[in-house]
């Protein structure tokens, strides 16, 4: 497969630059893949596709302030940091802007109030009442960001120096920083939301449990990669990079239980389906008196490089809750690997054709 095969054209104006309020107002794509036929509805209506039973799996995970500024000792120039992963206590892996930051280049924070979206010339460095928060570029990594070490945990200041990052193609500022959290998001470590789960209101999950539906959680901790187009030309070529996840012994007796029952496991985001994909790789890799009876998934905590592509045989997901993908990226390719990719573009042309709203503040689909 060629990763042309999984591009699309989309106008800027399709880009949703401000979240649905209320989250659960947004459109909702049903899409039936028995039969290839679109059902136009509203993210609330969801229930209705749902029977007591259904498990929807979704991803915990908290966005944490990972944007952050500085400037360079001893000449004042300034940087732009995104924290991607914490390598040690003291270690951070960043993308980094700014002009000549080689290793061995030395930081120092900028507090730069809590603004999600500050102007990048709006920098003002009024720490001298404050101890300096010192770091130093130690390496480049693979994919070309940098490793900077702090001279001690910086994990306690985050929250004051930092702010929220939203995907590039967003260019309004956010009031309220939580509209980019789900309501149900418990565990900082992403730079990035699970989107499809912003759709979803303490209200609506109330509403849905009181219908018989159980919730399970799940936590992968989502980095750049996730969201960047496939660069190679073949889709074999890729190789997506790792991020943390794990999936606990009581979530995974909640799939074992309902898989053995033959009731629905639905995720919510390809996040959710990673987790428990890798989970079930799991199960099917370990001694046959740790399995127990029937297991499918088994809990777990570590690093996941699942590349979910077309061809990809699926052991835990049933159905999907998602958002709309950009055209080339990994998450429209396990998408389609689920769905079909000519099911999934013709999706994506419906929902062009009637004014969908896309990606990260988008609307949503629900792919049985």
């Known amino acids: 497969m060629r990763t042309s095969d ?11 630059q401000r979240p649905a309020e209320p989250r659960d107002s947004a459109r909702l794509l ?3 893949r028995a039969t290839g036929t679109f059902v136009h509805r509203i993210f609330r209506d969801i229930g209705d596709y749902l029977v007591p039973g259904d498990v ?68 003002t460095c009024s720490d001298r009442d404050r101890p300096a928060i010192q770091g130093e570029v130690s390496a480049w990594t693979e994919s070309g960001g940098r490793l900077i070490r702090w001279d001690g945990p910086i994990d306690d200041h985050l929250a004051e120096y930092g702010v929220i990052p939203l995907p590039p193609y967003i ?48 936590n992968l901790e989502i980095g750049l990669d996730t969201f960047r187009p496939v660069q190679t030309t073949d889709i074999e070529d890729h190789h997506i990079h790792t991020e943390q996840c794990s999936l606990s012994p009581e979530t995974a007796k909640q799939i074992n239980q309902a898989k053995l029952e033959g009731r629905r496991v639905i995720a919510v985001g390809t996040t959710s389906v990673r987790v428990l994909e ?34 990809f045989q699926f052991r ?25 990719r000519d099911l999934v573009l013709n999706a994506y042309q419906e929902a062009i054709r009637e004014g969908y709203r896309f990606f990260s503040f988008g609307d949503a689909m629900l792919i049985l």
């Open 56 to 123: 929807l799996v979704a991803n915990e995970s908290r966005v944490f302030p990972a944007r952050l500024w500085a400037r360079k000792v001893p000449d004042g120039g300034r940087v732009e940091l995104l924290l991607l992963a914490k390598r040690d206590g003291q270690t951070w892996e960043a993308l980094v802007r700014g002009r000549k930051t080689p290793v061995g280049t030395r930081l120092i924070l900028s507090r730069r109030g809590h603004a999600v979206s500050a102007p990048r010339d709006a920098c």
């Open 30 to 32: 049903v899409v039936d």
């Open 278 to 311: 890798t989970a079930a790789r799991q199960a099917l890799g370990a001694p046959e008196a740790a399995q127990g009876p029937r297991q499918v998934v088994r809990a777990f905590s570590g690093l996941t490089d699942l590349f979910i592509c077309p061809g």
């Open 6 to 16: 999984f591009a699309y054209d989309l106008p800027e104006s399709y880009i949703a």
């Open 171 to 218: 260019h309004l500022p956010l009031a309220d920083p939580e509209r980019y959290q789900t309501v149900y998001a418990r565990q900082p470590g992403s730079v990035a939301a699970p989107t499809a789960g912003l759709h979803f209101t303490p209200e609506l999950m109330l509403s849905l449990r009181q219908q018989g539906v159980q919730f399970a959680f799940v």
């Open 316 to 340: 835990v997901t049933e159905a999907l809750i998602t958002n709309f993908h950009l055209p080339r990226s990994s998450l429209l390719l396990l998408v389609s690997a689920l769905a079909g």
